[in-house]
Each structure stands twice: as structure tokens, then as C-alpha cells.
């Protein structure tokens, strides 16, 4: 029987130690789907290396440029933090929707984004925030822009011996807001069927300036569709420029049919959700103004 | 009605402190020294013949103490009657629990691994050799009874040779082309139902140590300690009197803890290894390989009058059995017209096999998916009629003295005063808000008899003790204890109730078919009422008179007028003297109550549905049932709530899904959708009382007829809040979707391939 | 092979045991500590049936490797109650018939604790999403969503 470590670094130079140390390590965040995988004979790890000992990964530093979002801070820290509420509550609705109570004391955003399913809520809802990923490894600290740092269902841009430390979330502009909506058949529980994220900028006179539109479990990663941005930005948000980038983005999505949905279904509340999306993102820059 | 003092209050039930404290033992809470940890090799393949095992290589692993497969499980021809729920093919159990020459469905126990820990057997299992030679795998219906259909059992032959088509019935009355002539309006549909499984949320466990004796010990979760006592003699050929099966408390059921699938490995394994073996199940191991209920096709024509009286139907049926024969086909016929006067009816039901797990009871089994064709039938009749659905049901309902459609008249049922409370009830009336809808359903079960036994024991202090044989599963414990209370007068907290194992307890069938406070519930009537009898003699000695003239009221020997100085004793002070006046009193009664009265049960269900998207929301639900009597009113609540809740997950989102290979997709609680809590509002129920005359206080069981309704309640809800006709479920969102977007109403009716599922 | 050997404190009392790396709190919980009233349901996070408290957070403890607890608090349903006193989720669970066969809950309680501990007047929606987790196949949930707001209601001081 191949033996098991269970290694908890306090420091991320240790932490990148070990895993550049030994490739059959796996960096364990929540658990929430490493744990899952490892018992259903997916990964045989020789080593779990807890990063929730190491503080800059556990915490959320918040400063006039944004924030830094430890990668191993608990979903429900997360949901909890009234500036990220106030800042993010589209990310924060994502977060929150990462399964259960239970598994939101354990999920974090760097699990996630490291998991790499098609289906992960928070990246979505990263990608309009133009996140970056702050990453750690043997020859130093590189930054990927989140839409990028997931290149296949499973597969990440992670080189051997790195780690996802943070993910830094510049501060929205003035008239900002986002909102991230997903279809599941029950009211809890499920892995997103589609999800959609959508931030968008609002001028004093109610013209949308600046948008970010991204859709989820429609395609090997999340996508970004510019197409459908470009159908908010220069409107009021009317239904035409609604309906323009729902269309978009059911132009955009690639689904297959699975367990969990169908080609068409998937397509078509794709841009259902993109369209709802876009109109809360809105009702909170109204809000705000 | 009888005035009760006990019966129909709300005590805390007795089991309820251990169970909020985490101190009840379940089935994978028992351990034994030395105890070793089982494995299961299940096959990957739906349909494979098996060419050759191998396992010298996992009987070298470490740690590793015994492994069996089908060779350690003896050929057996049998057909035992054993427990409440229909008999049982022994040579199919026996083959359903390890595989011999053949695997039929995907997750099918192949060999089994007895170790030093679970990571051993786990690791030693995968290290048996099996090469297997796939064959094409039955996964529908359709697919089982098409002419070039691969054969599942060679020995099943039927007329010219082989088939897959195990059993067939039929039930008729009347002159149906007569009937369908007089009708104004027919309509007919085809209705689908995939394979569901009941959900209980502890997972099957035993622990067994086979002695040097040949005396056998099995600790597990169960529905029928001595079913499982009696099915794993015949499977193992041991003697049944050398095993004792101690049931745990049983973390759900619904039919599925009926049959034993890990019990026989256990034995066997310690057997061979001389050591106590303990096993548990995966929820991966649950899905695949226990008993689901039946995936369904119901082919159904209804014609009504212009004044909506029924006058003709025609059904043809076809349950899934699973691997081996032996779906609820049956029942599904026998109970999808129980609820109204149809004078001219056939109905046709064909028992299937497919390679898929064998199925087992599920709450009610049959009666769901057959009730569902009836019951969206006949709410297309009120609609196209013009009529209310509930006056439409009421003008058609059975009655006392109806006939049955399997034969025998009703007695008093309840089906009429349910439909009035279900009118009368603010529910029916209230107003829906844009894209709700709302359905009406009715839904039948028999209700078990079947044999129970029970002793009732009185101690010096005046409290009892009544023993039984039912696991309790839900309340049936608090239940036992207050019938004891209300014969004996003494408070419930004074009775202990006590679920026995097989060597310390009459024979008893099983916690199951909406049975034990039924029937259980007489035998224990009984042995209470025998208490009170030995308590009147004791009294009559006392007083030195005919103990014939002593009468027993409100918990009282009480004397004969006249008989002067002497007051009433009740039971204390009686109990106080039992060392003078004869020593212990001992109370016991067995029934075998043939007969049950039949449950009557409607739903209202309000669908609120996202057009855009296909998802819907139950928003309101009421849950009414004639429960004869409610002995303790929170469970028999609960059972129509619980109910209520497994069946609105039929119709939502539960189903079994296989690829094309016939491997299951969805065998884990992510993707096999059950509702959870926020998924569902408040429930309400109404019990209506109807009294059941074979019962002392006019019981019925309660268990299974909740099910029964939410199939037909939540599409008749669709088709309100839609205008369209959904016959197949689960209604998950893709499906209604794709309905809501299909442009032709030929398009909407006509009958499509799950969204999912290979055909 | 190197077992971890771990220290914790559970249910307020400092504990130590030994685990594989690999194996779960809740296995640990049940097998090597022998508190069985935390039970499996699934293994995957699905069922909440093995909810306990680590520092005061609620979590599945099947998702939850034993070795993580080291140093931290871990709360179990055999530690919700208060000496003889029970919890007022286990009293109302009583009350209420909250319970049929009873595998799910320990769990529910547990959880419903943890959301009375931070929300002393949760609507029902709020209960309901709270404890979305927990999956319950008896009751249909009517009756333990009673027992948590009528919980919640007799933990509030007096109006």
C-alpha cells in the first residue's frame, strides 16, 4: 500500500518546498473536492500539504487598490466579510453557493480555481472582476490573469512546485457592480448545469460604460464573451441590449451533454442567466448611485 | 369512536434521547474483538459473462484473511415464502449476492475480502482477477422485449424460448369495447417512470461472527431481523435456529432494507476466517447495487361520460425487475384503479428483466408509477370535461362495499371523506400567483397484515415492558408503548418499549408494508388485554370472588356491585401484590392478521415554474389521509410528510442514470437529486379518521400511501401552471424546457427518450 | 508505515489518538476517539450527517482529514448537550417529532446549533438554506424546520 504524508507548512517557502520536493504531493485547501477524488481512486497523493497553517493564504487583506483574497480562506470567512459583500456581491453570491453550510467552513476560492472544473461558480465570477492569481513556486512569485489560469477541465497553468497563494481583485471603479446567477435543478446542493457572471459600469446618466460578461459549465473552462459585453456597453440596459447579450452568450457557449444538462438547454439559459445577471448587476449600481 | 386516554397524544417518543445525543447504535456503530473489515468486488459490467476468477493474489496480500465469490455460496433451487413483502427466489438471492457464471448489472458483487482493516480489503479486492467476457447490456424496456434482445437468464422461457418477460397478470371486469363505446370523451397516453431509489441516508452494515459451534451471530441494520435470519440460512444452507440477528436501529428504509446483500458475505467470510467480520457499504455501493424501484412504461386509456363518469380503462404495464424476476408489477396493477367504480376495465402487467440492480420494495411499490398514468388521466378528463377534479373524483370514488379491481369489496375507507377534507381545505381555494399552477392526486395502498408477535411483562412497580419484533423506524416504538398505556392505564413513560432480537421474540415479519401499528399493534393489544385479564383474576383472588364477575376499567380491577368494602385496585396496587398472588405477570399474543384496511390518501400541490428555464418550485403542498386512527399524530405526520417529500423528488428530479454501457452515473447524493430542505415549503396534513373495524382502534397503516400521490399531484401542477401534458418524469428543467419549447401539441404529447438515459 | 499522532480538544476535553495521514476526523471520530454519534452517510459532503464544529466553524467531518485537527476544538453531537441539560434543538427535536429513524440526526443538530450560535432569529428560509446540507429522507423537513425556529425562539431572552 503506497504510504501517505500529511505535511502542514506555516510559511509558503516551506509549503513550495515540499511540493517541488515531491510531485505526488497535493496541496490541500478545503478538501472539498481533493478528499472527494482521493477516496473515489481519482489520485493516490504520497502527500497532503496543508497550506491552512500559512496565514497570508487563510486571510483578506483589503487596501485602496482592491483586495488580496488568501487562496486558502474558508468560503464562509468569505461570505462573512462585509466589505467583500459590499465590494463583490456577485463573487460573494458565487462563493456562497460553493455547496452546502458544511462544505462552505471548508471550500476556498484557490481550491476552486485549482480544481479547475467547468463548472466552479467562483471563477466566473472572478473573470468580470479581472482577478489576477498571485502565484508562488521555486523561481518566485508570478501573477496570471484569472481567465487564463484554467486551461482544461482538471488542468491549471501550475508548473511543478508552484502554489496559488491569493487572488488580488482590483478595486471597482465608481457606478460598479456584478452579480453571478447559476442554474441547478434544486435550490442547493447541485454542480452549476450553466452559471453566468456579468460586472458591469454604469455613467451618472445610466448609460453602461464598461462591461464584463463570463459563463460557466458551457465549455472545457469558464469563458469570457466579449460579444456579449459589447452588447450591454453603450446601452441603458434596455431590453434589446438585454436579449443582445443573452444571444451572445448562447452563441458563445460550447456545451456537451451530460448527466446535468443537455447542448441545448445549456445554450439557451446561458443566456438566459447572462441576461437576469446583467439586470441585478444593474438594480445594485442603482442601488449604489 | 371509542374515547381514548393515551391514544392520539403526542408523548416524547422513548428512543428520542439516544437519538438526540448521538448515543443509538446504528448499524455501523457495533464492533466485536478481533474484528476484520469486508470487501466488495462489484462488476464494472452490466452484462458479462464471467470466464474465470482468480484471487491468488489477493489472498497474498497482507493482512488479508479470507476471500469468497460465487463458489462459497451453494446452489439452491428453493422458492421460500419468508417476510411480508412476496417470496423470495432463493437461488436469485443467493446469485444476486455473489455473482456465479454471470454479473447482471453494473455494481453486481463479484467477490468479497475479509482483512485486518478497510484500506486492506479495499486494496486486496481490486487485486482479484476477474476477466469477464462483456455482453450487450438490456437497459430498457423497450430494449428487454424486442425480438433480438440479449437474454439475461436462459432458463427463463416462456412459450417458444427465452425471454426477458418473467410474469404477466391481468385483471378485467366488465365488457371493455362496451365500456369505450358508451364513453364521450377517451383519452390516452404513455407514461414513463425511470428507476429511484429509496434514499434512506444510513448505508447497509453488519458486523457477523460464525462460531466454533456453527452458531451465528449477525448485528445489522434492517427491516426484518428475522428475514434476514431465515433468507441467510437458505442462502448459505446453514440452520436457521443457529442464528441470532440482532437488529440496530435502522437509519431508513422504505422497503429497501428488506433483502439481505451483505449479511450472507459476512457470514461467510467469517466463517473462513474464524473471526467476527464487520461491513459497510459505500453510498456508491447503495446506489449500484441494492434495490431501487422499478423503472416504469404504463400505456393507459381512460373514457368518462359527459358527466365525468367513468366507464372504461385500459392499461398495459411493464415494470423493470432488475436482474432477476420479481418487480412490484403486480401491485402497480392492482392499485392504479383502487380508487374509483370503473365498471368495464383491463389491465395488463408484464414483470421485466433489464440489467439493472434488482429491485426491491419502495414504499407503496407499484402503486406510484401506475397511479401516476391514472391520476394525470383523470385530470385531463375533468379538464377537458369542463368539470372540477375533485367533484369528478368524488363522483367516481369507491365506497364501502365497492369491489376492489384485484376482488373483494371494501369495507369502511376513507376515499370520500379525504376528497371533501381536500375541498374544504384553504389550499384548494387560494389564489396562485402568475406561472403557479396546481394539481390534485389520490393515491392507494393496501396495507399489511401479516404475523406479529408480542409479550407484555409487569413489573412489581407497576410499570410493563412490551417486547416486539419490529425495528423502529420511525416511531412505532412510543406508538406500542402508548397502546400498552391505554389497555394497562398506566402513563406511557411507565411502559418500556423494546425491539427484541430473533432468539428473544416471536417470529415477526417486517418493519414494513405500512404494517406494525397495525398489526404489530394488535398482537400487542392482545398481550396487553391478557395482562389486564391475569390482573382481574389476581384482583377476584384478593376479594376471594368469581374472577369472571371482576370487570377491568380505566386502568382498574373493578369489583362487582354489592361486593361491599371493596374498592376498585388498580394496576400499582395489584402489581404491588403479584409476589402473594401468583408471581410474575406475563402478557404475550401472536396474530397473523390476513387482512388490512386500505389507506386512502390526496395531495394539492402548487408548482410555481421558471418558464424561461424549465425549473420549478414546489410552493405549496397539503398532504390528507385516512389513517383509521392516529395513534401518535407526529408520526403518522410525519410519514405523510416524509412521503410526500420522497415522492415530489420523483416527480422533480430523481432518477437512475446509465451511459450507454449500462454503468450508473449518478450513484452518489450529488447527482442523484433528493430534495433538500430548502427545496421544499412547509408541509401540511389533515388526518381523516375513519375507523378500520379489523383493528381494536380502528388502525390503518400510514406509511405507504403518501407516496403514492405527489407523481400525478406535481405534473397536474405542470400541466396548470404550463398547459402542457408532461408523461414522463423526473420534470427536471431540461425536460420542461424542452417541453415548453416544443411548438405542436403533437410534438409536446409525443413520447420522447429521457433527456439522460441510453435507450 | 508513520502514524500522526494527533492532540485536540473534543467536546471540551483535550483527546489524543493516533490516525493514518490519510484518514478522515470523521473515522477518527468514530473508530479511534469512539464517539459513533457523528455518522456516514455518503463520504462526499453530500448528506451532512457527519456535521461536528472545528473551532466553532461547522463542517463535514468526512471532508476533513483527522491530522487537521491538531491543536483546533472539535464539537460533536455527544457535546452539544450541557451536562444533563440538553440543547434546545435536542429538546424541541424531541417535542416536535423532529425525528423518524433518527441517522440524520445528530447532524441536524449540530448544524442547526451552529446557525442559532451566530443567528438568534433565523427566518425559515434562512434555516432552510442553512441546513440545505443536511439531507433528511424521513420527514419531508416540516417538522425539524419547526423544532430550529421554536429552538431559536426559546434561546432569545424573553421580549
Sequence with gaps: MQTTRYEAPESVAAAVRLVDADPGAKVLAGGTDLLIQFRAGLHRPTAFVDVKRIPELVDIAVDRDGVRLGAATAAAVICEHAEMRRLFPGLVEAVQLIGSTQIQGRSTVGGNLCNASPAADTTCALIVNRAQCIIAGPRGERTVAVEQFCTGPGKTVLQRGELLVSIRIPRPSPGTADAYLRLIPRSEMDIAVVGAAVSLTLGPDGVCTAARVAIAAVAPTALLVPEAADALIGSRLDEAALRGAANAASAAARPIDDKRGTIAYRRQVAGVLTKRAAAIAAERVKGRI | ?759 | MAKVHVRTTINGEEKEFLCEPADSLLGALRDAVGLTGTKEGCTTGDCGACSVLMDGRLVPSCLVLAAEVQGRTVTTIEGIANGHALHPVQQKFLEHGALQCGICTPGFIVAAKALLDTRPNPTEVETRYWLAGNLCRCTGYDKIIRAVLDAAAALRPEA
Aim: with cysteine; hydrophobic share 40%; charged share 20%.
Design chain 2, 1 to 759: 369512536m371509542k374515547d381514548f386516554k393515551y391514544v392520539g397524544t403526542r408523548p416524547i417518543r422513548h428512543d428520542g434521547l439516544d437519538k438526540v445525543t448521538g448515543r443509538a447504535n446504528y448499524g455501523a456503530d457495533f464492533a466485536l474483538p478481533g474484528m476484520l473489515y469486508g470487501a466488495v468486488l462489484r462488476s464494472p459490467h452490466a452484462h458479462a459473462r464471467i470466464v474465470s476468477i482468480d484471487t491468488k493474489a489477493a489472498e497474498a496480500m497482507p493482512g488479508v484473511k479470507a476471500v469468497i465469490t460465487g463458489d462459497d455460496i451453494p446452489e439452491n433451487f428453493a422458492k421460500v415464502a419468508i417476510g411480508g413483502e412476496g417470496t423470495f427466489d432463493m437461488h436469485d438471492m443467493g446469485d444476486n449476492a455473489l455473482a456465479h457464471g454471470k454479473a447482471l448489472y453494473n455494481g453486481h458483487a463479484v467477490a468479497a475480502v475479509a482483512a485486518v482493516s478497510l484500506e486492506a480489503a479495499q486494496e486486496a479486492a481490486v487485486r482479484i482477477e476477474v476477466v469477464y467476457e462483456p455482453l450487450e447490456p438490456v437497459l430498457s424496456i423497450d430494449r428487454a422485449l424486442a425480438a433480438d434482445a440479449p437474454i439475461l437468464h436462459e432458463n427463463l422461457v416462456e412459450g417458444q424460448g427465452p425471454t426477458n418477460v418473467a410474469a404477466r397478470m391481468e385483471l378485467k371486469r366488465g365488457d371493455l369495447d362496451a365500456g369505450f363505446a358508451e364513453a364521450d370523451v377517451v383519452i390516452e397516453r404513455e407514461f414513463r417512470t425511470p428507476m429511484a431509489h429509496q434514499g434512506y441516508i444510513e448505508p447497509h452494515a453488519c458486523v457477523a461472527r460464525y462460531g466454533e459451534d456453527g452458531r451465528v451471530l449477525v448485528w445489522c441494520t434492517t427491516q426484518g431481523p428475522f428475514l434476514v435470519r431465515d433468507a441467510c440460512a437458505a442462502i448459505l444452507g446453514l440452520d436457521g435456529s443457529k442464528i441470532k440477528v440482532i437488529s440496530s436501529e435502522i437509519g431508513g428504509g422504505f422497503g429497501g432494507k428488506i433483502p439481505v446483500y451483505l449479511e450472507p458475505l459476512a457470514i461467510a467470510l467469517s466463517r473462513k476466517a474464524n473471526r467476527p467480520v464487520k461491513m459497510v457499504m459505500t453510498r456508491d455501493e447503495v446506489f449500484r447495487a441494492t434495490g431501487p424501484t422499478s423503472g416504469t412504461k404504463v400505456v393507459m386509456k381512460l373514457g368518462a361520460k359527459r358527466d365525468g363518469t367513468l366507464v372504461a380503462a385500459h392499461a398495459s404495464m411493464w415494470y423493470e425487475a432488475g436482474a432477476y424476476r420479481g418487480s412490484p408489477f403486480g401491485a402497480g396493477a392492482m392499485c392504479c384503479l383502487a380508487a374509483y367504480k370503473i365498471p368495464n376495465f383491463f389491465i395488463e402487467a408484464y414483470d421485466v428483466v433489464v440489467n439493472k440492480p434488482k429491485v426491491a420494495a419502495y414504499r407503496a411499490p407499484g402503486s406510484p408509477a401506475s397511479t401516476f398514468a391514472t391520476e394525470s388521466l383523470v385530470d385531463e378528463i375533468a379538464r377537458t370535461l369542463g368539470l372540477d377534479p375533485i367533484d369528478l373524483r368524488l363522483k367516481n370514488a369507491v365506497a364501502e362495499g365497492d369491489n376492489a379491481p384485484y376482488g373483494p369489496a371494501y369495507g369502511p375507507i376513507g376515499l370520500k371523506q379525504v376528497l371533501e377534507a381536500a375541498r374544504n381545505h384553504p389550499h384548494w381555494t387560494a389564489p396562485l400567483a402568475p406561472n403557479q399552477g396546481r394539481g390534485i392526486a389520490c393515491g392507494f395502498w393496501f396495507n399489511a397484515g401479516l404475523s406479529s408477535s408480542a409479550t407484555v411483562t409487569l413489573d412489581g412497580d407497576g410499570s410493563a415492558a412490551v417486547v416486539t419484533g419490529n425495528p423502529d423506524i420511525g416511531g412505532t416504538r412510543v406508538a406500542q408503548a402508548l397502546m400498552v398505556a391505554e389497555e394497562l392505564g398506566i402513563p406511557v413513560d411507565r411502559v418500556r418499549p423494546i425491539v427484541a432480537d430473533t432468539d428473544s421474540v416471536g417470529f415477526t415479519d417486517v418493519t414494513g408494508g405500512s404494517r406494525v401499528c397495525y398489526a404489530t399493534g394488535m398482537a400487542v393489544i392482545a398481550a396487553a388485554r391478557d395482562v389486564c385479564d391475569q390482573l382481574r383474576a389476581r384482583a377476584a383472588k384478593i376479594w376471594d370472588i368469581d374472577p369472571a364477575s371482576v370487570e377491568w376499567e380505566d386502568g382498574r380491577a373493578v369489583p362487582p356491585d354489592g361486593a361491599d368494602g371493596r374498592g376498585p385496585l388498580t394496576v400499582a396496587e395489584l402489581a404491588a401484590k403479584i409476589g402473594h398472588t401468583g408471581g410474575p405477570i406475563v402478557g404475550r399474543a401472536s396474530v397473523n392478521a390476513p387482512m388490512a384496511g386500505p389507506g386512502f390518501g390526496a395531495h394539492i400541490c402548487d408548482l410555481e415554474v421558471d418558464v424561461e428555464t424549465g425549473r420549478s418550485i414546489v410552493v405549496r403542498y397539503t398532504a390528507i389521509q385516512d389513517a383509521g386512527k392516529a395513534v401518535h399524530p407526529d408520526f403518522v405526520e410525519g410519514q405523510m410528510q416524509g412521503g410526500a417529500s420522497q415522492g415530489i423528488g420523483m416527480a422533480l428530479n430523481e432518477e437512475y442514470i446509465y451511459n450507454a454501457s449500462g454503468v450508473m452515473e449518478n450513484a452518489g447524493f450529488l447527482d442523484y437529486r433528493m430534495p433538500v430542505a430548502s427545496d421544499l415549503p412547509m408541509i401540511d396534513t389533515v388526518i381523516v379518521e375513519v375507523p378500520n373495524p379489523l383493528h381494536p382502534y380502528g388502525v390503518r397503516g400510514v406509511g405507504e400511501t403518501p407516496i403514492v400521490p405527489p407523481l400525478a399531484a406535481v405534473a397536474n401542477a405542470m400541466r396548470d401552471a404550463t398547459g402542457i401534458r408532461f408523461t414522463e418524469l423526473p420534470l427536471s428543467p431540461p425536460r420542461v424546457l424542452e417541453g415548453l419549447s416544443a411548438r405542436t401539441t403533437e410534438d409536446r404529447d409525443a413520447w420522447r427518450p429521457s433527456t439522460y438515459q441510453a435507450v
